[in-house]
């Protein structure tokens, strides 16, 4: 019995890791050879510039087109964006993506990449030939490249897009038809920097008394003259306490701002110069027109707070300086009113405040209850410590005592108690 | 001061008890005339265990560091009722002598606990030079204290509470005293004083009424 049931479970291993061998023949090849598609034509990687041996046979081109391809590419690389639309139309199959050799363009992904055909047949492979990406920007793009192009008079629609609607709406509650603080219908900005600007113009509107409208113009662009800034401005926001301002990129000087008649009148002009001219003075800092912008708008926010201010002093009655010089004058009135309430200080009870500043600090009051909590302390050990045994040795005076009762040493001194508690006597 | 026998008030240099003629010679009558030794911790009684005698140890040594004039000694006993601990204790401080006790330390300068734990009874006796430092309020104070130690025969704890209390009170009094040096002068002219037998038309009975203790306690026969 024994023998048949060993014989039986050695059949049954034998069967099982038979099985195994099986499933791992069959199964180990689908992991190891992955199916791909099949390639044709020359594997020699020699006879392409790039990508050699990895092209499909429809992508591949002839041997004989390959010097012309060559050409093509160097001519692709070098070509505007009209001659690469022209080069596309002419060599639809395309070919190996150019040498890069110089700097390149957007648009040469319009050239190169091979629009798919319906002559190609179901073998034909598009979106591979379409893997052709653009060649990379090698350098990053110079600002000044983005609109160095001529860019057109401020007329007819664009001029419109200026002028015909109000831009912003003051006070307004953010609904859908709401210009923005930032008007600039070419896109002269990035639009990164153009957001950041528009961020800020928005966060400036919801904290200062004065809105900044910013109207953006490239370098060499005019308003036209049929435009008048003062009269745009009135139509726009009328009483509004809003600034407009046409700004002309890379030109900061030319700047033109303007305020409304009822704050000009208000403020001596030299207040209003004074603004344009650290806007400008702040904006030359910057190296780039785009942080230029930017930096014109911080300072113009940060002096119209201050122009705010200026107002409202002046509604109290004080009268504002009319001159640069008694502008950049400190407030001596100010300074000698300060200065006489620290001499009266000083004078009337110096030790008394000095001792109340002092006593207002927290630090002060907790060293000193710390202090007297450790003197409490220090206190009641001392007083413990000086009867304990553990002291300093005690000395009494020496005394001559006469004897009595016959005792040498003791005559008899004694006190005593009784501790039973039944008899409850002492003696 | 009394007699440790009538408890009678005795004049500071009385040779006998002017009320019952009690002296040293009779205490001797009734101990003996021999010395004898004991320990400065003596447990004739044996009512003390191994760690309380090491505390009490402890106890005593610092009491004699911080005291270097004094004799500080316990004897525990279980003694018949007719022995009386303050004459008990009168005979041992005349006739004793403790183990170890320095020349510096004699025994006129002891402070010695005597507990009789067959009476019940707990004392203090007091040679002529301690019984200054320890007035017998401050002594009686420090029995008080260790009170309810004896009555739950907790007699260590006892003895370590009476002579923590024994050395506060000597603390207090060398700092009195300190203050005051005049003051022992004072309490040693404060000392009763017997007038003198000699004095014509003064009768022994009369010399008793005027004790200076002002008792007027009649003369046992």
Known sequence: MVTKKGEAKRRKRAQLMGSVFLFAVFLCPAYAKPELPEWDGKSDRESYPLGGGLWPAGALPDSNDSLENSDQTSRLANSTGAENSNNAGSNPNGGPPPLVSGPARGEDLVAVSRPPTINDGPIALKPVVGLRVPTPMLMPLRIEEVYSHELPEVEGNLKDDYFALRPVSVGGTGGVGEKSFLVDPQQLLTEQKSHDIERFLEYHAEEAEFDICLLLFGGDQKIPADISLEQKHQEWFGQDPVVTVAYFLEHPELTQVVYGQQVKQRLPAVVFDRIFQSCVREAQVAETAFDQVERFAIELSIRLYWMAKLLERQSAGETIASTQESLSEPDWQELAAESEGAVVASSNSGAARVTEKLMDLPWLLMSLGTGFLSCLIGGGWWWWRRDSLAGKPVLFPDLEMPSRLGGVYSGGGYVGISFDVSANTEN | ?221
């Open chain 2, 1 to 221: 001061m009394k007699c440790p026998h009538c408890s009678r008030p005795v004049d500071h240099e009385a040779e006998t008890c002017y009320s019952c003629g009690y002296s040293l010679s009779i205490a001797e009558s009734m101990f003996g005339r021999n010395y004898v030794q004991m320990s400065r911790l003596h447990d004739a009684a044996h009512c003390l265990r191994k760690p309380e005698k090491d505390a009490l140890e402890d106890i005593l040594d610092q009491m004699e560091m911080r005291f270097p004039q004094l004799l500080f000694c316990i004897y525990l006993g279980a003694l018949s009722d007719q022995v009386r601990l303050n004459e008990l204790g009168f005979w041992l401080l005349n006739h004793a002598e403790v183990r170890g006790a320095d020349y510096a330390r004699p025994n006129e300068n002891a402070v010695m606990v005597i507990i009789d734990v067959n009476t019940k009874q707990a004392g203090i006796s007091l040679g002529y030079y301690s019984e200054i430092l320890l007035p017998e309020d401050e002594g009686y104070r420090c029995l008080q204290a260790a009170r309810p130690f004896l009555v739950n025969a907790a007699y260590g704890q006892a003895l370590a509470i009476m002579f923590r209390k024994i050395g506060r009170s000597l603390s207090q009094r060398a700092r009195f005293l300190k203050r005051n040096p005049s003051e022992l002068e004072a309490a040693i002219k404060r000392r009763p004083t017997v007038p003198s037998v000699n004095d014509p038309g003064t009768t022994r009975n009369e010399i008793a009424n005027q004790g200076v203790s002002g008792a007027g306690t009649p003369i046992r026969a």
